[in-house]
């Protein structure tokens, strides 16, 4: 459970930085040493959200195909960087205190 918190906290702070840093991106600050960051930060964020992360892959090339906004763009940065925040704020904060609180209940049971 301690370690959940600590996989949480790092995925809040590696994503926080990465939504900071594509907004400065998406309003102006367009550097390619900042894009090569929020995609490091994206992936890091991908990683730590990783069961629920799966689901940004096809949204990604939906966005792609359809939208035509090219991942590795301005705008997939920004969209990317969103979609991971929402997904990874999904799994760690709804889906991971229903988890934690049926374990809870379930160790009560088994005593």
Same mark, same amino acid.
């Not at 918190?5 to 309003?27: C, E």
């Given at each position: 459970?301690?370690?959940?918190? #600590? ?8 994503? @926080? ?6 907004? $400065?991106?998406? %309003? ?45 763009? $301005?705008?997939? #940065?920004? =969209?990317? @960087? %969103? #979609?991971?925040? =929402? ?5 760690? %904060?709804?889906? @991971? ?6 374990? @809870? ?7």
């Amino acid at each position: 459970m301690y370690n959940k918190k #600590i996989l949480r906290n790092l995925w809040l702070g590696v994503t @926080s930085i990465a939504v900071v840093l594509s907004l $400065t991106v998406w %309003f102006g600050y367009d550097s390619e040493r900042v894009r090569y960051v929020v995609l490091a930060l994206n992936l890091l964020a991908f990683v730590l959200a990783l069961p629920a992360s799966l689901i940004v892959i096809p949204v990604a090339y939906a966005a792609n195909y359809y939208l035509d906004i090219n991942p590795l763009s $301005t705008g997939g #940065i920004y =969209f990317n @960087s %969103f #979609i991971l925040l =929402f997904v990874g704020a999904v799994q760690w %904060f709804l889906i @991971s205190n229903q988890v934690e609180s049926f374990e @809870s209940r379930m160790a009560r049971i088994e005593i």
